[in-house]
């Protein structure tokens, strides 16, 4: 189908300017993501864009703005034995910076884990803004929760320990489609499609929903048809490119990450 036009709001056309600079410095910054079936480990890699290489750390050193409280939740869940699902730093203060660009006050999270990415996104939100956090584990929400409450914001995440499917058609069901304005994705592969269907009814015009692992560690290059993770990103990635509901940046950070910019 036809490619659609440029007409989103000024807002987010003035945000080209940043995903731009996202872009390079994703391109410096890439990681690699062996599979998890609900978040994704990141792990470290070698060469000079790996985890531990100076140039990715010149980049967290002249880029990274961190609240204390999300680095006391970064270094709380580094210690945890599974703190590498946690999103990259530089991501999320990228996603908290399409939030505050938009002016959002309702967001969709999927995909918790600690809440580090939910704090970054509450801690822009207005004081009436609202981050709808989906999980369906509970005890690695406890870990951030008291850190959410530290900050002040705790009251503007609303944890849902269910599966996001149902959360979303609850949303949906209470008349709440087109009423919220950002949506990140991080969660079950295979329901990639589904979420980004549902997220798309949720998000009013103008608004973005975020995909992350869209390079799947370099799978969906030649997704294997016994990895159904890699099948259902490649396929959405390949859905994505031709949706004429949407405007699209697929930017190289961490593992790669979409945004979907609803017309």
Not at 21 to 46: D, H, I, Q
Not at 53 to 74: A, N
Not at 121 to 147: F, H
Request: glycine content about 8%; aromatic content about 6%.
């Amino acid at each position: 189908s036809e490619m659609p036009l440029l007409s989103v709001p000024k807002e987010v056309a003035v945000g080209t300017a940043m995903l731009g600079v996202a872009f390079a410095t994703g391109m410096l910054a890439g990681k690699r993501y062996p599979s998890l079936v609900f978040g994704t480990p990141k792990s470290s890699t070698s060469g000079m864009f790996g985890k531990s290489s100076p140039l990715r750390q010149y980049i967290l050193d002249h880029s990274l703005r961190e609240h204390p409280i999300l680095k006391k939740l970064r270094l709380l869940t580094a210690d945890h034995p599974s703190g590498r699902m946690m999103v990259s730093c530089e991501q999320a203060q990228l996603m908290a910076n399409l939030v505050k660009l938009i002016k959002a006050k309702k967001v969709i999270e999927i995909g918790v884990f600690t809440g580090y990415n939910a704090l970054n996104m509450a801690l822009v939100l207005p004081d009436n803004g609202r981050v709808i956090a989906c999980d369906i584990n509970e005890d690695y929400a406890k870990i951030g929760r008291p850190l959410w409450k530290e900050a002040g914001v705790e009251h503007k995440i609303d944890l849902r320990i269910k599966p996001a499917i149902q959360t979303l058609d609850e949303l949906l069901a209470n008349g709440e489609a087109e009423t919220f304005d950002f949506a990140f994705i991080d969660a079950d592969k295979e329901s990639y499609n589904e979420y980004y269907e549902k997220c798309l009814r949720l998000i009013k015009k103008g608004g973005i929903i975020a995909i992350d692992n869209v390079f799947w560690n370099g799978k969906v290059l030649k997704p294997r048809k016994d990895d159904l993770a890699a099948q259902s990103i490649h396929h959405l990635n390949e859905k994505l490119l031709r949706d004429a509901r949407i405007n699209i940046s697929m930017l190289p950070v961490g593992d790669g990450v979409t945004l979907a910019f609803k017309l």
